[in-house]
């Protein structure tokens, strides 16, 4: 347990919010035109922009698949993204979740059209608060959308935790510092497969079914709203259009 108290004699936790609320969530999809398609994330403080480029082709050529597209996922917190300012490039932490996300993504993605080819995905952290590999992941399921990739699905993500002996939604930076677990996951609505699940901290095994029930219920609410996002997109572009 903590010493720090993270939930309110009223059962609220120290931003208002009750154990299941999410953070509010910002969804701005093709905000980058250079891109084939990009999404602007905001989840909470969490300021997250994520790029796709490709399909194209891969070099080095000796790197390409005859059967399928590779696709590769960059994952970097910019200095100015934390308090205290961090070197730029990547880390070891930066690498992890470069992977974690590329596997997360890459059941959805139908990557045997496009052999020999590349699909990037860059993910910049502009200001973080806790949750931004969640939050790196939501808007590359949503920039891949935008730019057209064939999927199985949307990926949505969201990370649980125990803070005070409670499992809660969506941790915020305090309770992701002093929280006693803390578990990342991702999945992929339409078929309830989950391709992310990562786990920092020790559980019960009833408080571990507790806390992926509230996660699969947090990524079904970030994904209506991913959906809404593309569908409005996709509605306004359709209204240029009729208008020309």
């Known amino acids: 347990m ?62 390409q698949d005859a059967r399928r597209a590779a ?9 100015f993204s934390v308090e205290e300012r961090r070197r730029p490039g990547p880390d070891r932490r930066s690498v992890e979740i470069s992977k974690v996300s590329r596997e997360a993504l890459e059941p959805v993605i139908i990557a045997e059209y496009y052999p020999r080819a590349a699909i990037d995905i860059f993910v910049e952290i502009l200001e973080s608060d806790a949750g931004t590999r969640t939050a790196g992941i939501n808007a590359a399921s ?42 990342p996951v991702a999945m992929v609505t339409r078929t309830n497969t989950i391709t992310l699940l990562q786990m920092d901290g020790r559980v019960t095994m009833e408080e571990f079914d507790r806390a992926l029930d ?28 009729g208008g020309v």
């Open 142 to 183: 949503v920039a891949l959308a935008d730019a057209g990739i064939p999927m199985k699905g949307l990926v949505s993500a969201v990370a649980v935790g125990k803070v005070d002996g409670q499992i809660v939604l969506d941790l915020m930076s305090e309770e992701d510092q002093y929280g006693e677990m803390d578990m």
């Open 2 to 63: 903590s010493e720090i108290k993270l939930i309110r004699e009223d059962g609220r936790r120290l931003d208002g919010r009750l154990p299941e609320e999410l953070r509010p969530i910002k969804i701005e999809v093709g905000v980058l035109k250079r891109a084939d398609g990009s999404c602007y994330f905001e989840l909470g403080r969490n300021k997250v922009v994520a790029a796709v480029y490709g399909p194209r082709e891969l070099h080095p050529r000796h790197a």
């Open 214 to 241: 509230l996660a699969i219920a947090g990524c079904r609410r970030i994904y209506e709203l991913q959906r809404k996002a593309l569908i409005e997109k996709y509605s306004e572009s359709r209204a240029e259009e």
């Open 71 to 79: 696709v590769r996922f960059r994952y970097n917190m910019a200095p």
